[in-house]
């Protein structure tokens, strides 16, 4: 019932930049972290970077001082900007989210939480 719809992956030149999109969409009572994580082609997946519902955010050794994570509540969607881009940079870029569900039952609520995953999109640095 809930999805999450990557966008902004391509082709760029190392040094140039990309900005990835990821909303989220369904039955949703609220989100709490959501993060980037990033696969490259024979290594294990990898957070990039995590940005809690009130906008902490932490990031990998990596992708400090060169990327920004960001979040818009309202719109239930996370961004990562990407900046002075580096071959080693090519990977798979996933989204994943803690999405919190609220169901009715025997006139209380009852929460739950999910933990879902984009079907990711591609970033490939390249000259």
């Known amino acids: 019932q809930v999805q999450l719809v990557e966008s902004g992956g391509g082709l760029v030149q190392p040094g140039g930049s990309l900005r990835l999109s990821c909303a989220a969409s369904g039955t949703i009572f609220s989100i709490n972290h959501m993060g980037w994580y990033r696969q490259a082609p024979e290594k294990q997946r990898e957070l990039v970077a995590v940005?809690?519902?009130?906008?902490?955010?932490n990031y990998s050794d990596s992708a400090k001082a060169r990327f920004t994570i960001s979040r818009d509540n309202a719109k239930n969607t996370v961004y990562l900007q990407m900046n002075s881009l580096k071959l080693e940079d090519t990977a798979v870029y996933y989204c994943n989210a803690e999405v919190v569900g609220a169901t009715p039952v025997e006139g209380s609520v009852m929460f739950t939480a999910l933990d879902v995953w984009g079907q990711g999109t591609p970033v490939t640095v390249s000259s």
């Open positions: 940005i809690t519902r009130g906008g902490s955010s």
